[in-house]
């Protein structure tokens, strides 16, 4: 398998196969502590060869630098089929997250695992706003 895509964005969408993603961003701005972000997504396009289909359980987990989960964890299943005819398949997934919880400062990170392994990781931060001019 290859992880075509992994974001962490304002929403997405998958439309007939296509994975639509907008704003994406690795650093969230807040005044105080904790932080609370209304609404953002995580997606995942994620390229399966023939040899792979079956299923694959998923999990998403947000975690701070010590490790400790601050977000829910999201689970799933993807259940692949490789239509006759093609070698690979390329699958998306989209967790809509709200109201996630930052109780500090500091830097944060979102893992993607399949079957057991983390496939791929996302940096985050979250911050105070740069002084204004």
Do not use: W
């Not at 639509?20 to 994620?46: E, M, Q, S, Y």
């Not at 089929?81 to 979102?110: C, E, H, V, W």
């Amino acid at each position: 398998m290859n992880i075509e895509a992994f974001l962490l964005c304002d929403a997405a969408t998958n439309q007939q196969g296509k994975l639509n993603v907008l704003g994406a961003f690795d650093v969230i701005f807040t005044r105080k502590v904790p932080a609370i972000h209304p609404a953002c997504a995580v997606a995942a396009r994620i390229r399966f060869e023939k040899v792979e289909e079956g299923s694959h359980p998923v999990k998403i987990t947000i975690i701070d630098e010590d490790g400790k989960s601050i977000g829910p964890r999201l689970d799933t299943t993807a259940s692949v089929r490789i239509p006759d005819g093609m070698a690979s398949f390329g699958s998306n997934l989209i967790f809509n997250l709200q109201r996630i919880t930052f109780p500090d400062y500091g830097k944060y990170r979102i893992d993607l695992a399949i079957d057991g392994q983390i496939k791929s990781s996302l940096p985050l931060s979250v911050i105070q706003p740069p002084e204004q001019l």
